[in-house]
C-alpha cells in the first residue's frame, strides 16, 4: 500500500519526530547543493526548516524513505522533499533527513526572492514548463470562484500532448519543435493546472480510445 503523507496518525507522528530531530541536528557549513531540476533551483529559498510541519519516515518499494512536508508555501513550491532513492536501513534514512533539515535549518531569516520575478515550473513528462508566480497568482484567485474538475484538467493536458508528440511523453526537443500557438496554449494550461493543485503530468503509456 502506498504511504499516505496525509493521513491523521501519520501525520501526528511526523509532527513528533520533527521535534525530535531537531535536536539532532549537524554542522553543514560548507556543504552544497546540487539543483537537479529548475523545480528544486527555484524551490529550495522556501525550504525553511522554520516551515516544516513533519519527518515522514516509512518503508516502502524496498527500501526506507525519509520525507521532510512543509506547510504555508506558495502555490507551486512542492511541500515535500525526500530521500531520492530507498536506503537500506531506517538509521540510513534518519541520517539523510536530519541532514536534509539541518541545511533547511541554514534558510531560516533569509529574506526570499520577490514573487513577482519568480519562477515556478510545470512538470510535463520529461519536460519542466516554466510558470510566472505573478501570472500564476491571478489564476489562483480565478480559481476560487470556479468549481473545476481536476480530471477535466488533466483530459486536456493529455489531449495537448498528444497534439505535440503524437501520443509519446513530452520531451525538451518535442516541445521546443511544437508550434507557437500549440506551446502558448499548452503553457496556460499549465498554469490553471497547478492553479488547481496539480503539480505534474506523468506520461503512463498510450492513451486508450473511450477510456479515461
Known sequence: MKYNHRNPQNRTRAAALLRQLKGQLVDVTGATV???????????????????????????????????????????????????????????????????????????????????????WFRFDEHEVPIHAGLLADYVEQAKGLNTNPDDLIEDLEAIRLEITGGSPVTAMEWDAADFDTRYHAIKLCHIAMANGIMELTYSGPATPGLH
Request: net charge negative; with cysteine.
Open 34 to 120: 546540487t539543483a537537479v531540476s529548475n523545480t528544486a533551483a527555484s524551490s529550495e529559498a522556501h525550504w525553511q526548516l522554520s516551515k516544516a510541519s513533519g519527518v515522514h519516515v516509512y518503508q516502502q518499494d524496498g527500501g526506507w524513505h525519509a520525507d521532510l512536508v512543509f506547510k504555508d508555501l506558495p502555490v507551486g513550491v512542492p511541500s515535500v522533499i525526500g530521500t531520492p532513492e530507498p536506503v537500506a536501513t531506517r538509521a540510513e534514512a534518519i541520517e539523510s533527513v536530519v541532514r536534509m533539515m539541518s541545511i533547511c535549518a541554514q534558510r531560516d531569516g533569509v529574506p526570499l526572492p520577490a514573487p513577482a520575478g519568480e519562477m515556478r
